[in-house]
């Protein structure tokens, strides 16, 4: 229970004993033991010179109801949990993407604790968000509350992990703050699944947040690859990426994995198509920003500059073209664009509207860049879109990260993400069908 305050503040005979984060000690010439634990603020925290957030309890059983998880009794790996670095962000949705991908990559979840927005009443105010860790959705067990009844009180919900950002929006800027950078717990390991993913219906590849397409309609006849940017500038030595300074590293992993995904869809009968980013040799397609853009890096090479594969990013140009292991073959339609997205300044969607394509299956790199943008373009005009989380890349895992966690907001903001084994594995099935289906029709044509 709660001591009555003093009317004074705190004797000078009691002291501090240093503990890890969250609880301290106070300890008085009586013997008496004083936990300080995270409760509604007094005044008393003012006198004792500690946080506002502190309350003094007398019972050192009560410290029961407050114990600490087994998460926190490893303040030792709390180091490990790096917060994400402050900066600004276009809009709000792109900076929750971001933080809660950086956490999921550092060991603990990012949450939303509390938001505000601005009102008829109060125009002025400022548009904030306030973030939290979690602690993997453990909590503690106040009040008597089981972690049941917890969850369904919203009030109830209190994060006794110090970890603590800010998140502040003005018209296209979110700005990211950093208010309390430590944890009080070691990195949270991910519990497996108790009820697995049910089953992917027929006509459909298992994925997130929905099993795709969402109308069951994966057919050669109305499914496509899109394979995207796998060129030698990208993924190269001596290529346009290099000479941006990124590591091309990633994209060379990609590379057997594309192999396996291209020969699937080949041999099942599905479309596919491919991307190339490039420009005219006059470079006449290329903007005054963008061509400094391209060379505002250490090497001060871009589009145009002369590099081992020719001049960088230009069409007709040894390093424009697509590597030799994911080289097109007949019949395989190229994209020539002139920028990040596929559709723009293209008749990439004249060919697949004549086809009957409407779900597009996205690989390639780099998934912030060019798969993004075409997998935005594409979901803008009604295509159902998945990207491969294993089958794109990009030169930080950070990116590709967060990239991957924005298209499965909202329910799908931008369509779905599956794993490259499982869409093989639906592509391999629809073959089986369908082989099974014309068994009998090519046994009579045999005879």
Known sequence: ??????PAPIPSRCSLSPQPLQYAHAHCSSGALLSISLLPRTWFHFALGVSPDLDIMADSSDLNLDAPSDLQDLPDLSMELIPPQEGTYPDRASLLAAVQAHGKAHGYNIVVKSSSTPTEKKPGRVAKVWLRCDRGGQYRPRNGLTEETRKRRRTSRLMDCPFMLVAAGHPGIWTLTVLNPSHNHGPIVEKPRQNPHPK????????????WPHDASFTPFTTALVLIDMQRDFCSPGGYMAYQGYDITPAQLLIPKLQRLLDAFRSAGFPVYHTREGHRSDLSSVSN???????????????GSDGPLGRL???????????????????????????????????????????????LVLAGVTTDGCVSTTMREANDRGFDCILLEDGTSAADPSLHMSTVESVKMEGGVFGATAKLDDMIQAVENFKAVTVKKLAPQMSNVAT
């Open 313 to 359: 990013l230009i069409r007709g140009e040894p390093g424009h073209d697509i590597i030799p292991e994911l080289y097109p073959t007949m019949g395989e339609p190229i994209i020539d664009k002139p920028g990040k997205g596929a559709f723009t300044y293209t008749d990439f969607e004249l060919l697949l509207r004549n086809k009957g394509i409407k779900n």
């Open 289 to 303: 920003r963008e061509s400094f853009r391209s060379k505002n890096n250490p090497s001060g090479m871009g589009i």
């Open 200 to 211: 992917a219906k027929k006509g459909q590849v298992t994925a997130t947040p929905y099993d």
């Open 1 to 6: 229970m709660v001591l009555p305050l003093p």
